[in-house]
């Protein structure tokens, strides 16, 4: 970026930053669930978001194609078929690949700042990365993970991310 380059964009207050420009949203003290999103800069820097790409499940096992080729579920135990098929659990490990965001100039492969088990992903924003683009602190997050290790101070407050920002 040059010199004569200008962009406004928001830093929230109440999370912690990566270097990476996640940031991280403490929502849970008890149970340390944090929820995860992408700051601003990171759509003023390299363009409008146009499609976010979650973790992807680590077992398929679950689901099969009939004599026809139709996709379809694998009975559980209890002989029922299963209805959805969720990342919630899927564990993600310090610097495995967290999240792909897909601008109008680049792909952005995010990894994780520790290492967790996923508890939810936001299928709104991979339904529509507008989401990223116009709310990235409100109903632009990513996902909520339940990190193994998770220490807020090890992460950049507002004040600390501003500063990092302005040394790029």
Known sequence: MSD??????????????TLEHLWLQLIDEKDGTVK??????????????????????Q???????????????????????RSESSNA?????IGELLVTVRTVSDR???????PCKVLELNGEVEDNADLANDDAYGDGWFLIVKPHEFDE????????????????
């Open 4 to 17: 004569s380059d200008y962009f406004e964009f928001g830093v929230a207050h109440d999370r912690r930053y």
């Open 36 to 57: 995860v999103g992408m700051s601003e800069f990171l759509r003023a820097d390299y363009g409008d978001v146009v499609r976010v790409i979650l973790p992807h499940p």
């Open 59 to 81: 077992d398929t096992s679950e689901f099969v194609l009939d004599d026809e080729g139709t996709a379809g579920v694998r009975d559980n135990d209890e002989g029922e078929g």
């Open 89 to 93: 659990g899927d564990e993600i490990g």
């Open 108 to 114: 952005v492969l995010i990894n994780s700042p520790f």
């Open 153 to 168: 101070d090890q992460f950049l407050d507002a004040n600390e991310y501003v500063e990092y920002l302005g040394e790029l």
